[in-house]
Nanobody
């Protein structure tokens, strides 16, 4: 089992920045690729970003490319999502997730463990 705790959400004005953190405990963190997903009210969950086990490869949704950066610190068992130039349409609950398999990184059903989510609200 892997336990994930998402933190760092909040209310920010458009154009502002936030950094989300996801602290992992349980099994060896570096055995898992990590991802961030989000879900806005009335919408389906969508992929935001993913990072490989050692951090050498990162992937982003087109909607956040150039504005968001995913990173990880395997010594601290933590994955981060630095969000800049935030827009009202980025408003959602953000979830981190851990994937122990080699499935497609942007499919949520390939992830084994999920955090509880953290609310991000961007005001215009």
């Amino acid at each position: 089992q892997v336990q994930l705790v998402d933190t760092g959400g909040g209310l920010v004005q458009a154009g502002g920045s936030l950094r989300l953190s996801c602290a992992a405990s349980g099994r060896t963190f570096s055995n898992y690729a990590m991802g961030w997903f989000r879900q806005a009210p009335g919408k389906e969950r969508e992929f935001v970003a993913a990072i490989s086990r050692i951090g050498g490869n990162t992937y982003y949704a087109d909607s956040v490319k150039g504005r968001f950066t995913i990173s990880r610190d395997n010594a601290q068992n933590t994955v981060y999502l630095q969000m800049s130039s935030l827009r009202p349409e980025d408003t959602a609950v953000y979830y981190c997730a851990a994937r122990g398999n080699t499935g497609t990184y942007y499919r949520g059903d390939n992830y084994d463990y999920w955090g509880q989510g953290t609310q991000v609200t961007v005001s215009s």
